[in-house]
T-cell receptor
Framework: DSGVTQTPKHLITATGQRVTLRCSPR?????VYWYQQSLDQGLQFLIH???????AKGNILERFSAQQFPDLHSELNLSSLELGDSALYFC???????????FGPGTRLLVL | EDQVTQSPEALRLQEGESSSLNCSYT??????LFWYRQDPGKGPEFLFT???AGEEKEKERLKATLTKKESFLHITAPKPEDSATYLC?????????????FGTGTLLAVQP
């Protein structure tokens, strides 16, 4: 157990819908990262927050957004969902802006 | 372009048969080489962080080494419970870039 928690574990929804994924970092970690893992793409970096501020963006779609709250938990919002958004979404945390990242168990999203 | 390549894509070993996994990289601003283990449907589990060429780290039957262009994960006398996908990642930090770039992994199967 890495200490990073993610909810929900599974999510099934329809195209065009909007969902919110939640992540709680390890106690004391200030950085939260979001990654997408699909069968054909591997693990892809989406976005990084440090102590409430956005620090870096990867190839995150405009339909996706995220935020980190004062208690340091983070939410990833996915809207206008498409079939191709079906994937595992992982959150990771680290104590500072760089260094070892510890991953949560993931949320499996299925868009029908 | 920053890139991480892992080989082989898949490896089947007999219990007790030692081998090595390779991770080669071409990145600018490398700050850390990370190894993770991932079981099906679960989040990546942190194994090692290496920062400098010549650095080595060990944990049970696993040993990670780093050169200027590649890293090796040596598995000594593997057991069936070592079966998993092993992921290599490089840390790229600086400016608006702050992320891990992952390879596509090596799927290891250890047969009793």
């Amino acid at each position: 157990d890495s200490g990073v928690t993610q909810t929900p574990k599974h999510l099934i929804t329809a195209t065009g819908q909007r969902v919110t994924l939640r992540c709680s970092p390890r106690s004391g970690d200030l950085s939260v990262y979001w990654y997408q893992q699909s069968l054909d793409q591997g693990l892809q970096f989406l976005i990084h927050y440090y102590n409430g501020e956005e620090r870096a963006k990867g190839n995150i779609l405009e339909r996706f957004s995220a935020q980190q709250f004062p208690d340091l938990h983070s939410e990833l919002n996915l809207s206008s969902l498409e079939l191709g958004d079906s994937a595992l979404y992982f959150c990771a945390s680290s104590p500072r802006e760089a260094g070892t990242q510890y991953f949560g168990p993931g949320t499996r999203l299925l868009v029908l | 372009e920053d890139q991480v390549t892992q080989s082989p894509e898949a490896l089947r070993l007999q219990e007790g048969e030692s081998s090595s996994l390779n991770c080669s990289y071409t990145v600018s601003g490398l700050r850390g080489l990370f190894w993770y283990r991932q079981d099906p449907g679960k989040g990546p589990e942190f194994l090692f962080t290496l920062y400098s060429a010549g650095e080595e780290k060990e944990k049970e039957r696993l040993k990670a080494t780093l050169t200027k262009k590649e890293s090796f994960l040596h598995i000594t006398a593997p057991k069936p419970e070592d079966s998993a996908t092993y992921l290599c990642a490089v840390g790229v930090y600086g400016g608006a870039t702050n992320k891990l770039i992952f390879g596509t992994g090596t799927l290891l199967a250890v047969q009793p």
